[in-house]
C-alpha cells in the first residue's frame, strides 16, 4: 500500500511562503488524485486543493486561490504545495491524501493519509 509523508511545514510570518511536499513509497503517485487537506482546532477538516493522477486539473478552495499552487512531479513521486501570501488563518495541520478516481472535496472520500505537518502562520 502506498505510504505518504509531508515534510516542508514550519513557522513563517504573515506574508510569507512555505512549499509543503508529499512523497510517496511503495506505490506510484501518479496513479491516484492527490489532496491537500488542513485542520485547525476547533474546526472541520477542510479540503485545500487537489490534482488529478492523469491530466493534472487542479482545484483549489476559494479561501486558498491565487496564493496556493498544487503540482505533481512523477519523476519524484511528488506532489507539492506551493503557499505564498500566508496568512494566521492558514495555520493548521496539513495532511495530504490519496485516492482512486478524481477529486473530491469531502475528507471521507479518501483512502490513505499522511502524518501531517504543521503549518503555523504568526507574527
Known amino acids: 500500500q502506498v505510504q505518504l509523508v509531508e515534510s516542508g511545514g514550519g513557522l513563517v510570518q504573515p506574508g510569507g511562503s512555505l512549499r509543503l511536499s508529499c512523497a510517496a513509497s511503495?506505490?506510484?503517485?501518479?496513479?491516484?488524485?492527490v489532496g491537500w487537506f488542513r485542520q485547525a482546532p476547533g474546526k472541520e477538516r477542510e479540503g485545500v486543493s487537489c490534482?488529478?493522477?492523469?491530466?493534472?486539473?487542479?482545484y483549489a478552495a476559494d479561501s486558498v486561490k491565487g496564493r496556493f499552487t498544487i503540482s505533481r512531479d512523477n519523476a519524484k513521486n511528488t506532489v507539492y504545495l506551493q503557499m505564498n501570501s500566508l496568512k494566521p488563518e492558514d495555520t493548521a495541520v496539513y495532511y495530504c491524501?490519496?485516492?482512486?478516481?478524481?477529486?473530491?472535496?469531502?475528507?471521507?472520500?479518501?483512502?490513505?493519509w499522511g502524518p501531517g505537518t504543521q503549518v503555523t502562520v504568526s507574527s
Open positions: 490534482i488529478t493522477s492523469t491530466d493534472d486539473i487542479t
Open positions: 511503495g506505490g506510484t503517485l501518479d496513479l491516484y488524485a
Open positions: 491524501a490519496v485516492r482512486w478516481g478524481t477529486c473530491q472535496t469531502d475528507y471521507y472520500r479518501y483512502s490513505r
